[in-house]
């Protein structure tokens, strides 16, 4: 779809806005040196002008022309923290609600035109063209690459590759410390295998990544839900708590009742895309090593931060080996190779064990194309362009939200990432609006799904995947109507 040239022109400018270019304050070029410039009528150039101050990056002052100002995401204000923790009700303790297989089944049923509810960039925002070269040249020169099987737990170059790379961030591992795997959820399925058994409790944040809640359900597992900041993460005097008191009689008959493992997103948590703290991650490790309780940490978007400054994830004050960490190169490389991985700490030798039962080795040839890139220097250069073409579809998706939605709407801008988290207006129900999206080809995913408690139904998530224009544009307009109308009896 070709763009009108006023938005072309406004989205130049739209841009140096974004990178910090033109400052708020700054004054936007008049009308005249837009004509001029871009050798463009007058009502294109005003056309230009009136779009960027419709979306709030602009302001008229009269007889003075246009001035740079602060987006409209700067007035919106963080959802709502977590109630303080009350004593744990042992009628929480059970599988994952069927609502949330109910959910995901409605959203994959329904034709879209938009989807709001993919945490995964489009196919443009990775390196493809570079991998597939890698590819080709690799099966010409080994052709017997696609008859050879791997004898071990990962490819030997691509293991030292991610060893490296995590040294940068703090941790030290071995090649051999690493188990590739097939995506993150494979990582978290091994690594909760290999610490519970069947009945025990595990502590998840919430709300939670939904396909957390499915896994634990998977292997019946009770979750233990600990309120998590939308800023500040996982709440550990509510962790503290648990594990310093115990859960009381809430486990079957002859079952233990203390908590087995806690699951964790430390960096860039999903849904709500806050960071903890260095401190509290460091008090984190401490607390699930005093207690003896594996702490898995998923790590899948920590690459995803808006600075290049590498973020240290937990395991970085890993010294006893009770952090089993998790991650995946699904969302910063290529969703298409499924390749993820898992350093098990202390319950490394089990979790081969239970790896080798499970799926054998993986395959080779994708993990040779990934370590091949991801030892040159273009894996940074993919990453840097990533993080900023993600900066600016994130901001646009606030910008938007603060514009489009109703009065009352919460909305906090992550460090990075590809998602937001919505707090919709007191009475608004995301379960009803998420209905009302799929009828309208829109597709987003209600607070409900992330806990299997009664919890977010004011919430829902949004995906900044692609740029927020043509008819990815109108959806969220039309989203925004969605959300203002009166709810339904």
């Given at each position: 779809m070709?763009?009108?040239?006023?938005?072309?022109?406004?989205?130049?400018?739209?841009?140096?806005?974004?990178?910090?270019?033109?400052?708020?304050?700054?004054?936007?070029?008049?009308?005249?040196?837009?004509?001029?410039?871009?050798?463009?009528?007058?009502?294109?150039?005003?056309?230009?002008?009136?779009?960027?101050?419709?979306?709030?990056?602009?302001?008229?002052?009269?007889?003075?022309?246009?001035f740079v100002q602060r987006p409209r995401r700067?007035?919106?204000?963080?959802?709502?923290?977590?109630?303080?923790?009350?004593?744990?009700?042992?009628?929480?303790?059970?599988?994952?609600?069927?609502?949330?297989s109910e959910l995901l089944a409605m959203a994959q049923a329904a034709p879209v035109t938009a989807d709001?509810?993919?945490?995964?960039?489009?196919?443009?925002?990775?390196?493809?063209?570079?991998?597939?070269?890698?590819?080709?040249?690799?099966?010409?020169?080994?052709?017997?690459?696609?008859?050879t099987m791997l004898r071990e737990h990962?490819?030997?170059?691509?293991?030292?590759?991610?060893?490296?790379?995590?040294?940068?961030?703090?941790?030290?591992?071995?090649?051999?410390?690493?188990?590739?795997?097939?995506g993150c959820i494979e990582?978290?399925?091994?690594?909760?295998?290999?610490?519970?058994?069947?009945?025990d409790t595990v502590a998840v944040e919430s709300p939670t990544f939904y396909g957390v809640l499915q896994v634990l359900e998977s292997l019946g597992l009770r979750a233990l839900e600990i309120p998590t900041d939308p800023v500040r993460g996982l709440s550990l005097d509510a962790l503290a708590w648990v594990l310093r008191d115990g859960l009381g009689d809430v486990g079957p008959a002859g079952s233990a009742t203390g908590l087995k493992a806690v699951v964790a997103m430390p960096t860039l948590h999903n849904p709500l895309g806050c960071v903890m703290t260095?401190?509290?991650?460091?008090?984190?490790?401490?607390?699930?090593?005093?207690?003896?309780?594996?702490?898995?940490?998923?790590?899948?978007?920590?690459e995803m931060a808006a600075d290049d400054r590498p973020l240290r994830p937990a395991k970085a004050f890993d010294t006893d080996g009770s952090v089993i960490y998790c991650t995946s190169l699904n969302k910063t490389l290529a969703p298409g190779l499924r390749l993820g991985w898992l350093?098990?700490?202390?319950?490394?030798?089990?979790?081969?064990?239970?790896?080798?039962?499970?799926?054998?080795?993986?395959?080779?040839?994708p993990q040779s194309v990934a370590a091949e890139f991801i030892a040159s220097p273009a894996h940074e250069r993919h990453l840097r362009r990533l993080r900023e073409r993600?900066?600016?579809?994130?901001?646009?998706?606030?910008?938007?939200?603060?514009?489009?939605?109703?009065?009352?709407?919460?909305?906090?801008?992550?460090?990075?990432?590809?998602?937001?988290?919505?707090?919709?207006?007191?009475?608004?129900?995301?379960?009803?609006?998420?209905?009302?999206?799929l009828a309208a080809g829109i597709r987003v995913l209600p607070g409900p799904m992330f806990s299997n408690g009664q919890a977010f139904d004011d919430c829902l998530r949004l995906t900044a995947g692609a740029p927020l224009q043509g008819e990815r544009l109108q959806a969220l307009q039309a989203l925004g109507r969605l959300a203002a109308a009166p709810p339904l009896a």
């Amino acid at each position: 779809m070709t763009l009108p040239l006023y938005r072309s022109i406004a989205d130049h400018y739209l841009q140096a806005i974004q990178l910090g270019t033109l400052q708020p304050g700054e004054r936007f070029p008049s009308v005249r040196t837009l004509m001029q410039r871009h050798g463009v009528s007058l009502a294109t150039a005003l056309g230009a002008c009136r779009h960027l101050e419709d979306g709030g990056w602009l302001h008229a002052r009269p007889r003075a022309g246009y001035f740079v100002q602060r987006p409209r995401r700067s007035s919106l204000q963080v959802p709502g923290r977590p109630a303080p923790p009350a004593r744990p009700d042992p009628a929480a303790y059970v599988g994952i609600h069927a609502r949330v297989s109910e959910l995901l089944a409605m959203a994959q049923a329904a034709p879209v035109t938009a989807d709001f509810s993919l945490a995964v960039g489009e196919a443009s925002l990775y390196p493809t063209e570079a991998l597939q070269r890698i590819m080709r040249r690799q099966l010409r020169e080994q052709p017997q690459m696609l008859g050879t099987m791997l004898r071990e737990h990962g490819h030997a170059p691509l293991r030292a590759a991610l060893a490296q790379r995590m040294l940068a961030r703090g941790v030290h591992l071995a090649a051999q410390d690493i188990v590739v795997t097939h995506g993150c959820i494979e990582a978290l399925n091994l690594a909760l295998r290999a610490v519970t058994q069947p009945g025990d409790t595990v502590a998840v944040e919430s709300p939670t990544f939904y396909g957390v809640l499915q896994v634990l359900e998977s292997l019946g597992l009770r979750a233990l839900e600990i309120p998590t900041d939308p800023v500040r993460g996982l709440s550990l005097d509510a962790l503290a708590w648990v594990l310093r008191d115990g859960l009381g009689d809430v486990g079957p008959a002859g079952s233990a009742t203390g908590l087995k493992a806690v699951v964790a997103m430390p960096t860039l948590h999903n849904p709500l895309g806050c960071v903890m703290t260095d401190d509290d991650k460091q008090r984190l490790v401490a607390l699930c090593a005093r207690h003896r309780v594996a702490l898995i940490e998923d790590d899948l978007y920590a690459e995803m931060a808006a600075d290049d400054r590498p973020l240290r994830p937990a395991k970085a004050f890993d010294t006893d080996g009770s952090v089993i960490y998790c991650t995946s190169l699904n969302k910063t490389l290529a969703p298409g190779l499924r390749l993820g991985w898992l350093a098990g700490g202390r319950w490394q030798a089990r979790i081969e064990m239970l790896k080798y039962s499970q799926t054998r080795f993986g395959e080779l040839l994708p993990q040779s194309v990934a370590a091949e890139f991801i030892a040159s220097p273009a894996h940074e250069r993919h990453l840097r362009r990533l993080r900023e073409r993600l900066t600016v579809q994130r901001e646009q998706l606030a910008d938007a939200v603060a514009t489009l939605f109703p009065p009352g709407t919460r909305c906090h801008l992550p460090e990075g990432g590809l998602m937001l988290w919505v707090q919709l207006p007191a009475g608004t129900s995301s379960r009803q609006l998420f209905e009302r999206a799929l009828a309208a080809g829109i597709r987003v995913l209600p607070g409900p799904m992330f806990s299997n408690g009664q919890a977010f139904d004011d919430c829902l998530r949004l995906t900044a995947g692609a740029p927020l224009q043509g008819e990815r544009l109108q959806a969220l307009q039309a989203l925004g109507r969605l959300a203002a109308a009166p709810p339904l009896a």
